[in-house]
Structure formats: structure tokens, C-alpha cells
């Protein structure tokens, strides 16, 4: 692959079809959902493409309408999908939710099994003989993926090995999902990663599971996962913005974009990675990196599925200028 055409990002998970319910309310009356190709790596990697980032995506889809129906979507969007496997042994992955106007929604996963969870440490060496990580400067990583099987989690411990003699910056965002693990487990299992990337990225909750300490303020967490051995730490703080600090500096903070309706809140961190993913390639400092990563998660949540708000470079220079008309006509 010549490097100047191949991808600049790899990542890898589980890509899952999510059936987001057409109207607020609870699960147990919605009739209507609308089906959207989702996956907080998937995200990232179309967070990325919409900025005109070359992406390689790794992982596996059922040999199903739904398997195809992701590739296709990720295809469309410039997602390099060589690595995204049609695994005919198990049903690609789904995630069914409610969106309430008010308090947390719930999730209903169908994913135990799934083609997804299949993915190995085969897969990541089947991408690296292709010359997938040879071009790249990134490698994203999220905490899903260690949560859904041994073999998963051996592929997230290969690809920070392959990552690693490539020369690429290794991120790992968190994710912690507690309907897929438990927190001594994840607590373990997210903290030891922590030790092995280069930037580490959460919200506090998830912060404090890892480092233990449910009180502390953000920048005390920020740098107590900084000990940890990463050499920056950013943390979502959703609509009061984010903070970031590097090895050897003090912290930095950038409010959020205030967001007059949120839609559907879910995506809106795998935004935020693309958003910093993007800065950080294109060699901003971490202001101008939390503008951009805050400014691609206030677009997210404004639309339905997770994919869907993702802005483009043209979209995200006018919500970040935010001095142009209401319409453009
Ligand atoms: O971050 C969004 C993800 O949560 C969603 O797309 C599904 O990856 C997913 C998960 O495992 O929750």
C-alpha cells in the first residue's frame, strides 16, 4: 500500500446496527425504530472520514443483511473496510434504544456471540501483512472492545504491539460499558491499557473507576491517569466542555458549544475523538484540538444515530465560527 494513499488512522471493534426508537419515550411502548450502522470505533473512523482522514477499520459483521448494510455505510463514506471480515459462524451485533426527553435511556444490547465479538489477534496481523498500519501515524482504540471476548481483548494487546513498532500514536478512550463487564474487571483491564498508549481519553466517571477515586475533581483525575504512563489525558466533560493535560504541563480547559436541542446524546464522544484525532494529526495545540473534538460532539448529539451529525470539514468550520447565517440559501 504506498503511503501516501493508505490509511493515516486504523481502529478496530465491533461494528453493531443500532435501532434507535423514532420517538421519546420508554422502550417497552416504542413501535417505530430507525436502523443506523453504529459502533463507537465505527464512529470514529466516520467522524474522521467526514474530516477528509484516510481510515482503516478492522473487525468483523455477520454474514447477514445487517453485516452488509455496515459495510456498505462505511464504505460510502471512504472507510477503508479490507479489514471488516464477513464472519458466516455468528449474526453481526445489535444495539436497541429508547431516547427520552428526560433521564438517562436505556440500551438493550443483542451482541453476546456476535460476529463482532469474534475478532482476534488474526484479524490484526491479517491487516498489518496487508501494509494497513505501514502509512499510519494513529491507531484508536476504545474500551468496548476488551469487554466482549478473550479473543477481542487479545486483538485490542496486538494491535498496541503492531501500533507500537510502527511508530503510531496509540489512543484509547475508556468507553466503559457496565452492561458488558463489571468495574473490578474493566477497572483492571482499561487501567492496564492505560499504561500502554500514548493518550488516554474519558469522561470522570469513567476516570474515577480506573483510578479509584470517586471524588476527585477532573484535573486531580486527569492526572492521576496521567501517572499511569500516558503522555496526555483528555477528559469529556459534556456540555461544560473538555480538559486536557499533557506530560510535564498544566491543564487545559475549553468550554462546549451550547446545544439548544440534544436529539440523541449517544455518538457524541466517538465525535469528540475524531474532532482531537484530527487536531492532533493536523499538529494543533490542545486548545485548538478540545475546540474541534467539543465542536464534533455538540454536532453529533444535535441529530438522530450516531453517525449521522458527524460534520464534515465545511460543517465543523462554520459551527466553530458560528458568525454565519441560520440558513445558508
Ligand atoms: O459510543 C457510541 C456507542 O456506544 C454505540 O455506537 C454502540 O459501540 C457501542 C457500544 O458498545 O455501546
Known sequence: ??????????????????????????????KTFHAYAAGAE?????????LGRRVSYIGRV?????????????????????GLVRDGSAPTGLMIRERRGLGPAEVVYARSGSAGSRLGPEDVWAAEARGAFGSARWLHLTGITPALSPSARGAVGTAIEVGRSAGLTISLDLNLRRRLWNEDEAASVLGGLAERVDVVIADPDEAA???????????????????????LVVLKLGDRGSLALERGGSPV???????????????????????LIDARLAGSDLQGAL???????????????????????????????????????
Open 1 to 30: 500500500m504506498a503511503a501516501d494513499q493508505g490509511p493515516e488512522v486504523v481502529t478496530l471493534g465491533e461494528c453493531l446496527v443500532a435501532f434507535v426508537a423514532a420517538d421519546l419515550g420508554p422502550l417497552a411502548g416504542t
Open 209 to 231: 473507576v480506573v483510578t479509584g477515586d470517586r471524588h476527585a475533581s477532573p484535573e486531580a483525575l486527569a492526572s492521576a491517569l496521567l501517572a499511569r504512563g500516558p503522555s
Open 291 to 329: 475546540s474541534r473534538a467539543n465542536a464534533c460532539g455538540a454536532a453529533a448529539v444535535a441529530a438522530e444515530g450516531d453517525q449521522t451529525g458527524l460534520p464534515t470539514v465545511a460543517e465543523l468550520t462554520r459551527l466553530i465560527a458560528d458568525d454565519g447565517p441560520d440558513t445558508l440559501r
Open 253 to 275: 480547559t475549553v468550554a462546549g458549544l451550547a446545544v439548544p436541542v440534544v436529539v440523541d446524546p449517544v455518538g457524541a464522544g466517538d465525535a469528540f475523538c475524531a474532532g
Open 42 to 50: 465505527a464512529n470514529v473512523a466516520v467522524g474522521l472520514a467526514r
Open 62 to 82: 455477520g454474514d447477514d443483511g445487517l453485516g452488509l448494510r455496515i459495510i456498505q455505510a462505511l464504505r460510502a463514506e471512504g472507510v477503508d473496510v479490507e
